[in-house]
């Protein structure tokens, strides 16, 4: 046994007696109790502090009042204003949040990294609107011309943005700049809606293969959009919407099963809910049989519940067989 096990630096006494215990039954040598000893009573820097969490919604409220007064001050006179002096004080906003957002990024705290996220994603929508302002005002083009001016425009910023930063407010900026390309390119109508569908669905796969992180945000995403873009052609009068809709929700409880993520199991069963009453008002209407329709729906819902729940125990039981413990 060591002499230096008994010396008083090893501050904690527990870890001294472990490595006596250590050493007695032979599972260490007595140099590497040594080495393990010294180790530990090393001089340790202090941690870095990270920023409080009232630092930082102080930032964001200061942050919002200053939006708020610059929204008052050109509010009341935007209509008085020259289509440069508004195209300059948009681009003005935009490049403050994007130069503060590299700023702040040169920190690794987590609260500057969330502050980075928003500031850029403010940037990302005021790019949008000033291209807007561009097309509309100073080019005078009228249409979907300044929409989709808008729509690329975001996409472009939210791209780089996204790929210098892999947070959740860039990815959605990414989506909606996508969808607003999208909706000015085709205009309203049917294949609209089947391509926000369809932005949707691809969405949903690239956060299934991992490549949109972070994954849950690609998750709700592409769920909101896949199940509002069947909605969107029902009220249109499109019987197809109900139909795409419930296979849609279908679809994210059944995937949600396959990649274990309860943020589709959500989506998915409010979606089999709201989806399911749609088509049997459809089909039944105000008829007697509407009341038998609801009732075989639910049981009918109950006992896939029931099954999916006996299926899963067995395996859950033959791992718990299995395990070495």
Do not use: K, N
Request: net charge neutral; with cysteine; proline share 5%.
């Amino acid at each position: 046994m060591p002499a230096d096990l008994d010396d008083p630096s090893v501050v904690d006494p527990a870890l001294r007696e472990e490595l006596r215990r250590w050493v007695a039954a032979s599972l260490i040598s007595p140099a590497e109790a040594d080495a393990i000893r010294a180790f530990e009573a090393r001089p340790r820097e202090p941690e870095p502090r990270g920023v409080p969490m009232i630092t930082e919604a102080l930032a964001y409220v200061g942050a919002a009042l200053a939006a708020a007064a610059a929204a008052v001050l050109l509010g009341d006179r935007w209509s008085e204003l020259t289509p440069g002096v508004r195209v300059a004080a948009i681009a003005t906003g935009a490049l403050v949040a994007l130069a503060a957002g590299a700023l702040v990024r040169r920190s690794s705290d987590p609260a500057m990294v969330r502050l980075t996220s928003v500031l850029w994603a403010i940037a990302t929508g005021l790019f949008g609107w000033l291209a807007w302002l561009v097309a509309f005002d100073l080019l005078e083009r009228r249409g979907s011309v300044p929409a989709l001016a808008c729509g690329i425009a975001i996409t472009v910023l939210g791209a780089a943005l996204y790929a210098a930063l892999r947070q959740a407010l860039q990815q959605i900026a990414l989506l909606a700049g996508i969808l607003t390309t999208v909706g000015a390119s085709l205009g309203d109508g049917t294949d609209t809606m089947l391509a926000f569908w369809a932005v949707g669905l691809a969405w949903l796969v690239l956060g299934a293969v991992r490549r949109l992180p972070p994954d849950r945000a690609a998750f709700i995403g592409g769920s909101v959009v896949v199940l509002w873009a069947p909605m969107a052609l029902t009220d249109g009068g499109q019987g197809v919407g109900m139909w795409l809709g419930l296979a849609t929700a279908v679809a994210l409880i059944v995937a949600s099963l396959a990649l274990h993520e309860t943020v589709l199991l959500g989506f998915g069963t409010v979606g089999v809910f709201g989806y399911l009453i749609r088509v049997l008002v459809r089909l039944f209407g105000d008829t007697a049989a509407m009341p038998v329709a609801l009732l075989v729906a639910g049981a009918i819902v109950i006992a896939v519940a029931v099954w999916l729940a006996r299926r899963s125990t067995p395996d859950v039981s033959r791992s718990a067989r299995r395990s070495p413990s």
